[in-house]
């Protein structure tokens, strides 16, 4: 039975001027998955998962997407997908539930629509008890939360998360992956970029770009067979020699 391919890239490349920070890298994604880009800052991840998300054009190369083109139906691809952006950029002066309504609005939902995924949402993501609360005055781990929520508003098959974890402590980054458990556990898929490595042993599969090229692409486990490691940590550092 074959199986089924949600994100599927060959020979992505990306180039500004001379410089090449997406280097003709080839992988796939399945359905329901959990897939970590991993690598270090300024690797490359943020530049591929633009062009996946339909932000930007590859040099060459091509992709697809929820089955759409990356190059010539970006429009469809973001209707598809939820994404979540490493810089927090929800509305302090709104409260959560206000900021849930507004974006289901920026996405074209319905007022009934909007009405029952808020509802969904506070009693999934447990943010009931905060619901009435300003985004300024919560804490990072309930702001990544709702940022998680509004990702995923209209229902999309595909989340993307460039770097949700940076810059949290590890009791939050913790709480945080459960979320991401809970999510894909419903058939969604999670696309991830992070550069902590303890944080693909969280994932179904994991890939890792160095210097703009990938160069792992497995199971956790079989990475650190294939490299006689006993962590991903390990596994970075001898890819990265």
Same mark, same amino acid.
Request: proline share 2%.
């Given at each position: 039975?074959?199986? @089924?391919?949600?994100?599927?890239?060959?020979?992505?490349?990306?180039?500004?001027?001379?410089?090449?920070?997406?280097?003709?890298?080839?992988?796939?994604?399945?359905?329901?998955?959990?897939?970590?880009?991993?690598?270090?800052?300024?690797?490359?991840?943020?530049?591929?998962?633009?062009?996946?998300?339909?932000?930007?054009?590859?040099?060459?190369?091509?992709?697809?997407?929820?089955?759409?083109?990356?190059?010539?139906?970006?429009?469809?691809?973001?209707? @598809?997908?939820?994404?979540?952006?490493?810089?927090?950029?929800?509305?302090?002066?709104?409260?959560?539930?206000?900021?849930?309504?507004?974006?289901?609005?920026?996405?074209?939902?319905?007022?009934?629509?909007?009405?029952?995924?808020?509802?969904?949402?506070?009693?999934?993501?447990?943010?009931?008890?905060?619901?009435?609360?300003?985004?300024?005055?919560?804490?990072?781990?309930?702001?990544?939360?709702?940022?998680?929520?509004?990702?995923?508003?209209?229902?999309?098959?595909?989340?993307?998360?460039?770097?949700?974890?940076?810059?949290?402590?590890?009791?939050?980054?913790?709480?945080?992956?459960?979320?991401?458990?809970?999510?894909?556990?419903?058939?969604?898929?999670?696309?991830?970029?992070?550069?902590?490595?303890?944080?693909?042993?969280?994932?179904?599969?994991?890939?890792?770009?160095?210097?703009?090229?990938?160069?792992?692409?497995?199971?956790?486990? @079989?990475?650190?067979?294939?490299?006689?490691?006993?962590?991903?940590?390990?596994?970075?550092?001898?890819?990265?020699?």
């Amino acid at each position: 039975m074959k199986e @089924n391919i949600i994100i599927k890239v060959e020979n992505l490349t990306k180039q500004f001027g001379n410089f090449t920070a997406v280097d003709a890298i080839s992988f796939n994604v399945k359905k329901g998955e959990i897939f970590g880009f991993l690598g270090a800052n300024g690797a490359g991840k943020t530049t591929a998962i633009k062009m996946l998300i339909g932000l930007s054009k590859p040099t060459h190369g091509k992709g697809s997407v929820a089955g759409f083109d990356i190059s010539t139906q970006a429009e469809e691809i973001k209707k @598809n997908i939820g994404y979540m952006s490493q810089k927090f950029s929800l509305y302090n002066d709104l409260t959560v539930v206000e900021n849930i309504r507004f974006f289901g609005g920026v996405y074209g939902l319905s007022r009934k629509r909007i009405k029952e995924r808020t509802e969904s949402i506070l009693n999934e993501l447990d943010l009931t008890s905060v619901a009435k609360k300003t985004v300024a005055g919560l804490p990072s781990g309930w702001k990544q939360r709702l940022a998680f929520a509004i990702s995923m508003v209209h229902d999309p098959e595909i989340v993307f998360m460039d770097e949700p974890t940076g810059g949290v402590d590890p009791k939050v980054r913790r709480q945080f992956w459960e979320t991401i458990y809970r999510v894909a556990e419903q058939g969604k898929t999670v696309f991830v970029t992070t550069h902590y490595m303890d944080e693909a042993e969280y994932c179904d599969r994991v890939s890792i770009m160095v210097d703009g090229r990938m160069d792992a692409y497995d199971t956790p486990i @079989n990475l650190k067979t294939k490299l006689n490691a006993n962590s991903m940590d390990e596994v970075f550092l001898k890819l990265a020699r």
